[in-house]
């Protein structure tokens, strides 16, 4: 497939009163033309920070400090703000989890559509708006041409959801940035949100950044996964690669809290213990060494990656250590 994003050891750090703080610590991977990635991680392992520097929108004290963003073999990463608006929505649209941040309260519906599409496709105000309603209607939203005469308040928060996706489609990018799309959501709209996202990417051959915390929602959708901790990336690969042959510690842990979704009883949550790193002052070594339940001395440096298979990567000294590793296991 096409290679249509690549990022190359991308670093952003906010300045704060208190210091650096090192959210994304040289992070690298890439995306394909029409694929769907999931970018996991807890809260602060930096997979948000990741998402906004992609699309140059890193809010200050917020900066990219180092590294290269490349779209479509371009670098991108240097751009002008003008240039940028360009890109902007057209090539690479974004989803946030809170909808109503990103809609003007007092402005109906339909005329935020229209602005939007226009601005990115020129067409007629008429043109426009049976746009907006056809996109609407593709979204499941019923009565498409009432609900264009509607403010944000009026609908539902998965509904909001649901216009920020027509929107962002309405421009036909090629890839579409989705931090925690769900999260925000019950369970059942939740699921509503992302069979669609997988419909819509059937259709449109959209590429697919999933950003979430949530293990559960990338095996619904998600053709490969990375896994960050610490503002680095831990384990790459397929969906498979991931959930029948984790090798880092860190997505262990993930995969053990996943609910288990199909037994009858309450769901049993098995949590990783303790804290992520303070990246004001990161570890120098492995990112995850505090927590893990096989942590070594050789650990304090940091780990190499280790290729399992062209498609998988991961970032730990228990590829190297063998025996010798196991019996250098903390108690
Ligand atoms: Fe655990 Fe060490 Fe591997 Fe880090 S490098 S995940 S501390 S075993
Ligand atoms: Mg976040």
Redesign the pocket.
Known sequence: AERLLSVENLKVSFFTRDGENQAVRGVSFHIDAGETVGIVGESGSGKSVTAKALMALTPPPGKMVAGDIKFRGESVSRLSDKDWRKIRGNQIAMVFQDPMTALNPVQKIGKQMVEVIRRHRGLSQSAALNEAIEMLRQVGITEPERRVNQYPHEFSGGMRQRVMIAMALSCQPELLIADEPTTALDVTIQAQILELLGRLKERSNTAIALITHDLGVVAQVCTRVIVMYGGMVMEEGTVEDIFYRAQ???TKGLLHSLPKRESGFKERLVPIEGTPPNLLDPPSG?P??ER?P???EK?AAL?KVTEVSPSHRYM???AEGGEEAQSNERA
Request: hydrophobic letters at 40%; glycine letters at 0%; a neutral charge.
């Open positions: 880092h510690p860190y492995c995850f060494m893990c096989h942590a070594m650990c780990p730990c000294w228990l």
